[in-house]
């Protein structure tokens, strides 16, 4: 049976980031395991880093002030950025355009943040998770490797799982998950059996718009990933835009009993589209506070709806109330050639699938939105839904990322702890800080 002192969970930012920190701080016998040769998330999909406090991070979840953040934020872009496919995308000191769009956007009733910015598309995610899994010298990979259970040994743990080999086990001093959204649920029945403290978070509902490019050029030709915060007048509910890709493709992820859409952006091939995900943030309360069976009853609703598919709808059919159909989905005469789909989803009607209040948000952000960037609203743009995000699987943890169960700390998107790559590099920074001050120092 392998031994280690460190058991990461995860080979995703916040775990990759940790060991690297760990092994900084002079601890041995580090283990990262994954059922996946590489991991999925942000470092395969796209590759946007924003390099701002305000993004990614919530500075009261992990009990640090600006000057830290900021500080951490230094230590991985100057990693992250030595990729030699990285590159800056958003210059900060372009002030006059971002100050104009800034008094746009305040005009009408919406915030505006530019982050600096940097990308290097989808099509180089292995090679940039090569790179960083490069800097690690006295780290185990376990890759591969499907985690069954995790139970209390002594004065540590004892992990057991399968891989292409057969049963393998572990004993580890300390756990860190990091599973990612794609292993938060998994993580999550792992933590009721281990009597870890959790709760539900807020998700993400909404819709991705896919537009010609030229609508939306003068926006992202000063910020590549703008981000629009708007609070609407009727619910007073916050709906932002996320994840803008220029010259990106719309697609669809794959889930058990349903899919929903993203976007992403290649390096060296673009398209005539942007892309962007435009989400309204949803917590609910008792008696029904499970954000994650809301959302998957929303994904498996345009599940059914699309036929197995998400669905789609041109702004020309939604303003008019009319479903979008295979017949007119490319009509000339109503110029809806002008943005070619990018992503093969069912041609319907949105407004069946979405809750009447969200979709009231959305199409308020919308017109808004479209005041900001004329054309957004143009007839052929399309909304492709459902885009769902679930950050919705919390953990209360002290400031070092320990959970209630001594021994156990979690980092990363699914765990509640971050959003986005340099988020989840923080959280890991700080896990790997807290379990060397806390188990290793003398």
């Not at 640090?64 to 590159?87: S, W």
């Not at 919406?110 to 940097?118: G, K, L, M, S, V």
């Not at 998994?186 to 991705?208: M, S």
């Not at 599940?303 to 059919?317: T, Y």
Request: charged share 25%; hydrophobic share 40%; aromatic share 10%.
């Amino acid at each position: 049976m392998n031994q280690y002192h460190v058991l990461i969970i995860g080979s995703g930012p916040a775990g990759l980031f940790a060991a690297l920190w760990l092994e900084r701080l002079g601890v041995d016998k580090i283990g990262i395991v994954d059922r996946y040769p590489y991991p999925a998330g942000g470092l395969l999909n796209d590759g946007k880093l924003n390099f701002d406090y305000r993004i990614g991070i919530d500075l009261d979840e992990l009990q640090i002030d600006r000057a830290t953040a900021q500080g951490l934020m230094e230590d991985i872009k100057r990693i992250l950025t030595g990729f030699p496919r990285c590159r800056q995308v958003t210059f900060v000191n372009h002030t006059k355009k971002i100050q104009e769009l800034q008094e746009i956007a305040r005009e009408h009733h919406a915030q505006f943040i530019a982050p600096e910015q940097w990308h290097w598309g989808t099509d180089n995610g292995k090679a940039v998770v090569d790179y960083l899994r490069g800097h690690l010298k006295n780290t185990d990979f376990l890759l591969g490797m499907e985690i069954s259970s995790i139970t209390q040994k002594g004065k540590g743990y004892c992990i057991t799982g399968k891989s292409d080999q057969g049963a393998v086990a572990f004993t580890t001093k300390i756990v860190l998950a990091a599973p990612g959204r794609s292993g938060a649920y998994w993580f999550r029945d792992v933590a009721k059996q281990l009597g870890i403290e959790h709760n539900f978070g807020p998700i993400d509902v909404g819709i991705r718009l896919e537009l010609n490019r030229k609508f939306y050029d003068a926006i992202t030709d000063v910020v590549y990933d703008p981000k629009f915060i708007f609070r609407t007048g009727r619910h007073d509910d916050r709906v932002r835009t996320f994840c803008t890709n220029p010259g990106g493709r719309v697609r669809m992820e794959n889930y058990l009993q349903f899919k929903l859409v993203n976007g992403d952006a290649l390096s060296r091939r673009k398209t005539k589209n942007t892309n962007f995900a435009l989400i309204n943030t949803i917590a609910l309360t008792k008696p029904f506070s499970d954000t994650t069976e809301f959302g998957q009853m929303i994904a498996k609703q345009f599940f059914l709806l699309g036929g197995g598919k998400p669905v789609v709808q041109r702004i020309g059919d939604f303003r008019e109330g009319r479903r979008s159909s295979v017949a007119n989905f490319d009509s000339t005469v109503r110029q809806f050639g002008i943005c070619k789909a990018t992503c093969n989803a069912t041609p319907g009607d949105i407004s069946l699938g979405m809750p009447a209040r969200i979709m009231d948000n959305l199409w308020e952000s919308l017109k808004k939105l479209d005041k900001i960037a004329p054309g957004i609203l143009h007839p052929s743009t399309l909304m492709y839904a459902p885009e769902i995000k679930f950050f919705d699987t919390h953990f209360p943890t002290d400031r070092d990322l320990e959970t209630n169960i001594p021994g156990i700390f979690v980092a990363g998107d699914g765990t509640g702890k971050s959003r986005g790559i340099v988020g989840a590099g923080i959280s890991g920074i700080i896990a790997a800080q807290g379990i060397t001050k806390k188990y290793f120092e003398p």
